[in-house]
């Protein structure tokens, strides 16, 4: 079955700063992949989706990196800021279609001190 | 626009008990999710309405757990005898292509 991994816990960096988050997969390739910013007591909120044949992704300050060989997405936030504080989420698509369920990591909790 | 909505918020119920959660997705959505979250963990899936029928139910953890949609649209995630292991945050979210949207979920304590 496939498995995510997202290779920190938590991650504490200065603000200004570019945070890069990783995620990682073990199985099938997805036909896409989604991150998501969840702040303590809400639901997860979504903040990018990158598809198979999409090499990067950019939205304002965020920035996505899919890459199929190495099975690994990075997320990076560049000139980071207290504000962007929060658990990140990589998900996969379950069967490499749409609409299906998602598999989530266990997350990155991101630290920026002012 | 409204976004998904969970109701209660917090539910306190003692072990043996009968609970309902339920979910209003964001109107027109035909994709209604169902997910668990525990302390430390990212959402796990457990069941995925297309429409009034269950598409996938292969993440419910055993027949205590039960979830309907009968017109398509408010979704009811229904647990029976409830134990000290199903405390969670229930999360539902709902969708009309590959984007999920998730409701604040209801934090589940079973004690």
């Known amino acids: 079955s496939q498995k995510i991994e997202q290779n920190s816990e938590a991650l504490n960096i200065q603000e200004g700063k570019t945070a890069t988050l990783t995620c990682n997969y073990t199985?099938?390739?997805?036909?896409?992949l989604q991150w998501y910013r969840q702040d303590p007591g809400r639901g997860p909120v979504f903040l990018l989706l990158i598809r198979e044949n999409e090499k990067e992704k950019r939205k304002e300050r965020l920035k996505v990196t899919f890459d199929t060989t190495l099975k690994q997405s990075l997320f990076h936030i560049t000139a980071s800021q207290p504000a962007d504080s929060a658990t990140y989420l990589c998900a996969l698509d379950s069967y490499g279609g749409s609409q299906g369920n998602l598999i989530f990591g266990k997350g990155t909790k991101l630290s920026v001190k002012p | 626009g409204a976004g998904v909505s969970q109701t209660p918020s917090n539910k306190v119920t003692e072990k043996g008990k009968y609970v309902e959660l339920r979910c209003d997705p964001i109107s027109g959505h035909t994709a209604l999710y169902w997910y668990r979250q525990s302390l430390g963990q990212g959402p796990e899936f457990l069941i995925y309405f297309q429409g009034t029928g269950a598409a996938d139910d292969s993440g419910l953890p055993n027949d205590r757990f039960f979830a309907v949609r009968p017109e398509g649209s408010v979704s009811t995630l229904k647990i029976q005898r409830t134990e000290r292991g199903d405390s969670a945050v229930y999360l539902c979210a709902s969708s009309l292509a590959d984007t999920q949207y998730f409701g604040p979920g209801t934090r589940l304590t079973v004690l």
């Open positions: 199985n099938y390739s997805p036909a896409y």
